[in-house]
C-alpha cells in the first residue's frame, strides 16, 4: 500500500516540472512519460547531521514504465532501470550527483541511455534537475531511521518526462 501511495504523489510530483520543461516537448522529436521505483542502498548512511554519502541501485535490475516515443520509436514494453550517486546534505534535506542507467524497449530495438544531472531533495521527495529526463521522486527509509540509525537503504518512487 504505501508503495502506491508513493506511486501516486510522484506522479502528482510531475506538476511540478519547470514549465520550461514541458515546453520541451515542442522542440524535441521524441517524448516518453516514465514511472519506476526501485531500492538503493547508502554507504556510509544518511544522517540527521549533513555529511556526504554514496548509494547505488545495485545494478539495472528495476522496472521502468515508459509510454510515449523514444529517439523516434515507439515504446513496446517494460524497460530496466540503475542509478548510482552521491549524497550530500541530512534525512531533511540535500541535494546531490546522479547517475542514471536504463535501457527501453522500442518498435526500433533497445535503446540505452546513461545520464548524470543534479538533484535536490527536501522530506520525503524532490526535483531531478535535467533538461534530457526531469522528474520527481518520493523516498521511504527502508534501514535506520536517521536518529536512532544511518539510514542504509531506502525506497525510492519517480515520475519522469525522457526527451530524447
Same mark, same amino acid.
Given at each position: 500500500m504505501r508503495?502506491? *501511495?508513493?506511486?501516486?504523489? &510522484?506522479?502528482?510530483?510531475? =506538476?511540478?516540472?519547470p514549465a520550461g520543461a514541458v515546453g520541451?516537448?515542442?522542440?524535441?522529436?521524441?517524448? *516518453?512519460?516514465?514511472?519506476? &521505483?526501485?531500492?538503493d542502498t =547508502?554507504?556510509?548512511g544518511i544522517e540527521a547531521t549533513p555529511g556526504t554519502s554514496h548509494f547505488t541501485s545495485n545494478g539495472e535490475k528495476w522496472p521502468l514504465i515508459c509510454e510515449g516515443t523514444v529517439r523516434g520509436a515507439r515504446v513496446t514494453g517494460r524497460g530496466t532501470f540503475g542509478e548510482y550517486g552521491t549524497i550530500d546534505g541530512a534525512c531533511a534535506a540535500g541535494s546531490g550527483k546522479v547517475n542514471f542507467f536504463f535501457t527501453i524497449p522500442t518498435s526500433a530495438g533497445f535503446q540505452r541511455?546513461?545520464?548524470?544531472?543534479?538533484?535536490?531533495?527536501?522530506?520525503?521527495?524532490?526535483?531531478?534537475e535535467s533538461?534530457?529526463?526531469?522528474?520527481?521522486?518520493?523516498?521511504?527509509?527502508?534501514?535506520?531511521?536517521?536518529?536512532g540509525a544511518p539510514v542504509t537503504e531506502f525506497d525510492?518512487?519517480?515520475s519522469g518526462v525522457l526527451f530524447s
Open positions: 508503495r502506491i *501511495a508513493g506511486l501516486v504523489v &510522484a506522479a502528482m510530483g510531475l =506538476a511540478l516540472l520541451a516537448e515542442e522542440d524535441s522529436g521524441s517524448v *516518453a512519460y516514465c514511472s519506476h &521505483a526501485w531500492s =547508502a554507504d556510509p541511455f546513461r545520464l548524470s544531472f543534479d538533484f535536490t531533495y527536501g522530506p520525503g521527495g524532490g526535483t531531478s533538461n534530457d529526463f526531469p522528474g520527481a521522486f518520493v523516498f521511504y527509509p527502508r534501514k535506520g531511521d536517521c536518529w525510492v518512487v519517480r
